[in-house]
């Protein structure tokens, strides 16, 4: 079954801390993984993508293939960093299967 | 942005009543997405097309329609047979310069049907 999972919902920070989204997912293949974040009122948009191993806005992830993860990180979040995050997989049929997605809040 | 239009932001409709959502894209991209975003539940394939006049049902298909007349266009119908039909509606599409699975996304519409 090909499946993502972002086993949490919130994840509140103060501002200057690091923050590490999780994702892992479920493919038998070589998965391909994206991050995509939904500011307010902005549109849902892609943040990064794991096959080009950059760096967006500090942010990074590394696919981890034996943990089966592909988790979101950045050692020092701004306010400006919150905002809904969702975890995506590459399906099959050339589609994207996201995860219920993660609200990150960053307090000041 | 830009590119991707959905019409109308917000709808509103009677129960037992079909709606159309409107999803205009002039990028020139094949392949085109319907999802719906609920709370807590991400975002969910209804229907995508990889190209005009073919289309593909997604996971949640039922109660749902598309057609695919235009490369433009791609609307999305709610009829009377979708059990729970207020959600967000997003429309999406690909770019075949950018990969299988980087989606453009528009900016929502928000049905709600009493």
């Known amino acids: 079954a090909q499946r993502v999972t972002q086993p949490e919902k919130l994840l509140s920070v103060f501002k200057g801390a690091p923050v590490e989204l999780k994702c892992n997912y479920s493919?038998?293949?070589?998965?391909?993984l994206f991050w995509y974040v939904q500011y307010s009122r902005q549109r849902l948009q892609l943040l990064l993508r794991h096959i080009s191993r950059e760096s967006i806005k500090g942010f990074t992830a590394d696919l981890n293939k034996g943990e089966t993860s592909f988790h979101l990180k950045k050692p020092f979040a701004q306010e400006e960093d919150s905002a809904m995050y969702y975890c995506a997989l590459g399906g099959s049929q050339g589609n994207l299967i996201f995860g219920k997605g993660t609200k990150l809040s960053v307090k000041p | 942005d830009g590119g991707i239009t959905q019409s109308p932001k917000y709808l509103f409709r009677k129960e037992g009543q079909n709606v159309t959502l409107s999803c205009e894209q002039n990028l020139n991209h094949d392949a085109m997405y319907w999802y719906r975003q609920d709370p807590g539940q991400g975002l969910r394939l209804i229907y995508y097309?990889?190209?005009?006049?073919?289309?593909q049902k997604g996971d949640i298909a039922e109660g749902y329609s598309v057609s695919r007349e235009k490369k433009e266009s791609f609307p999305l119908t709610v009829t009377s047979a979708q059990k729970n039909p207020t959600a967000f509606y997003l429309c999406a599409s690909r770019s075949p310069d950018r990969g299988p699975y980087e989606q453009y996304f528009g900016p929502g519409t928000r049905l709600t049907v009493t």
């Open positions: 493919y038998s293949g070589s998965p391909e």
């Open positions: 097309s990889q190209i005009v006049n073919d289309f």
